[in-house]
């Protein structure tokens, strides 16, 4: 089970803080640093520092650290046009030596779109769908030849699909728990799914979907990598998780329902049953983040027990 760092920065993180837990992610052994794609806050009222964006973040982080993934969960298909993504994308992959991943989803937040006026179209399915078909095209297509695309929402045109990124294949992460046509992009496109805040159970079924919408499309079930985000609330007694929950404005009974809270005996406990269900990857959904000690502690006390 690999245990990858997750951080909603749009509750109030600016750069520096957010370059501080990337370095504890690596110096700890951690697999990897994702962040949120968000530019407002949810819940409360002020959000300070304000947004940061995520791909400016994640150039910076490629050339401050050496080793562990970076990426989003997950990027929204209604805040940058496929070309220009893929283009971000890959110089950033460039930037960071081929360690890059990319999480893509529809966009759902419409506060933000608002907030920031950026435009929130109603079909934004399709848009995702296309913007999919756009970016992994741009990529795919062999140095020296064109890409062109005609469809509803975007039309790209003898495009050298330049710059390539590092790594043959940026891997791309799609998620959610639609039971149709999420299942069915995945299949497509995607080289993880990634079920986000959902019990063992709910999971299970909905990797299930996704297996047999990839064996449907020509591909083996095991293809994909499947993954979990959690919220992760973890003490060494009672004191120190209702700590660390009031810290993040939540209670204990309902994180050890929902996420990963509790020892660390008792996560390792719960994570074995994402495992039993099929995950195989844990992005540990971390909100206070200045306390790197919560970050220490999982990866001396939790990560050594598991598989």
């Known amino acids: 089970m690999e245990l990858r760092i997750f951080t909603e920065p749009q509750q109030g993180a600016d750069y520096d803080t957010l370059l501080a837990v990337a370095r504890a992610t690596e110096e700890l052994g951690y697999d990897a640093f ?17 947004p940061t964006d995520a791909w400016i973040t994640l150039a910076g982080l490629a050339r401050e650290t050496s080793r562990i993934r970076l990426g989003t969960l997950m990027t929204a298909a209604t805040f940058r046009l496929p070309g220009v993504l893929a283009i971000q994308v890959a110089q950033v992959d460039a930037m960071s030596g081929g360690r890059i991943e990319l999480g893509l989803g529809a966009g759902w937040f419409a506060a933000e779109h608002t907030a920031y006026g950026i435009p929130f179209p109603a079909a934004r399915f399709p848009r995702f769908e296309e913007q999919l078909a756009v970016v992994t095209g741009l990529w795919e297509t062999p140095p020296g030849e064109t890409f062109t695309f005609e469809g509803t929402y ?101 994180l050890r329902r929902n996420g990963l809270a509790g020892s660390p005996d008792e996560v390792v406990d719960r994570i074995g049953r994402y495992l039993e269900a099929g995950s195989s990857r844990i992005y540990l959904q971390i909100l206070d983040l200045p306390d790197l000690d919560h970050l220490e502690l999982i990866a001396n006390q939790v990560r050594p027990q598991l598989p």
Do not use: W
Not at 34 to 50: A, E, I, K, N, Q
């Open 34 to 50: 994702f962040r949120s794609d968000h530019y407002l806050r949810m819940g409360g009222v002020d959000g300070l520092p304000g």
């Open 154 to 254: 975007y039309r790209l045109t003898d495009s050298p699909a330049l710059p390539k990124p590092v790594q043959r294949r940026v891997p791309v992460i799609i998620g959610g728990t639609g039971k149709e046509r999420t299942p069915r992009l995945a299949a497509r496109y995607a080289d993880e799914f990634n079920v986000p805040f959902a019990s063992a159970e709910d999971s299970a079924a909905q990797f299930a979907r996704v297996r047999r919408a990839a064996e449907e499309a020509g591909r083996k079930g095991d293809d994909l990598v499947y993954s979990n985000a959690l919220v992760a609330c973890v003490g060494r007694d009672e004191a120190e998780i209702a700590r660390r929950a009031a810290a993040i404005g939540r209670e204990v009974p309902e």
